[in-house]
């Protein structure tokens, strides 16, 4: 009995002492700075944005990127500090301009934007713009690599083929555009605003809306271009199926 006793005060005594160590240690980790991390959604850290899947009337848009903060909230806000690593190749004013950063009281995460330029050089040339966290007197860093706190854009305006654009009439759009052209998709894209016909998917009588809007605008030009009607990036005329 007594040897029961003694053992029970012992795990008693030594259960006490491993909660005041994790009182402790969970104290001292609360008191601590508070961090600051990119969330990259399934460990994705570089994104591709084209200009050229936007209206030609586009010059310039904005792109985000979106930080957690681990750490307890704060009432008043918190200033994040954001910068483009060396390794960047475009241009501070001319391809992009980073803002003035904070985390809003009570809040532990936000999505910082910063203004992209479409410049001519992009047409030809593709701009890496990484972004990187810098701890200041706000925040520290996650971790002490750079994978939590460095993000890549890679910002051009060269227009791509839609893969779904195939060669014949299983494909959609050929069906409702025709034979694919640059000069032909940027149209479409002016005309309508979109340059994703494919996800969501469109029910027939939205893909004939798209394309009356995309032939109207071929004949709009062609009406202002007497005698020189549009022609793609090969020479040939610019046509929508019936």
């Known amino acids: 009995m007594k040897k029961n006793h003694i053992l029970k005060s012992s795990c008693i005594a030594f259960m006490l002492f491993l ?17 600051i991390y990119i969330v990259k959604l399934n460990g994705i850290d570089t994104s591709v944005y084209s200009f050229a899947l936007k209206p030609t009337s586009i010059t310039s848009d904005t792109i985000y990127l979106p930080v957690q903060v681990s750490g307890k909230l704060s009432s008043t806000a918190r200033n994040v500090s954001l910068i483009a690593d060396d390794n960047s190749t475009a241009l501070p004013n001319v391809h ?10 009570n809040q532990n995460s936000a999505r910082l934007p ?3 330029y479409r410049t001519q050089d992009l047409k030809t040339n593709q701009v890496l713009l990484k972004l990187r966290l810098v701890q200041n007197e706000s925040f520290k860093l996650f971790k002490e690599n750079t994978f939590d706190s460095t993000y890549n854009f890679l910002i051009n305006d ?26 032909k998709y940027q149209l479409i894209i002016n005309a309508t605003g979109k340059f994703d016909f494919i ?7 939205e893909w004939y809306f798209y394309k009356a809007q995309a032939r ?8 202002s271009n007497p005698g ?3 022609r793609d990036e090969n020479g040939a005329l610019v046509t929508f199926p019936n």
Not at 19 to 35: D, R
Not at 96 to 105: A, M, Q, V
Not at 199 to 205: D, E, F, I, K, Q
Not at 216 to 223: F, V
């Open 96 to 105: 992009y301009k980073l803002l003035s950063y904070t985390i809003e009281p």
């Open 19 to 35: 909660s005041a160590c994790t009182a402790k240690e969970i104290l001292i980790e609360f008191n601590e700075s508070p961090t």
């Open 158 to 183: 060269v227009l791509s083929r839609p893969s779904e654009w195939g060669t014949n009439s299983n494909s959609q759009y050929f069906f409702y555009f025709g034979a694919y052209s640059r000069v």
């Open 228 to 230: 020189n009607p549009l």
């Open 199 to 205: 996800n969501p998917p469109l029910v027939s009588g």
């Open 114 to 116: 910063i203004v992209i």
């Open 216 to 223: 109207n605008a071929l004949i709009a030009y062609n009406n």
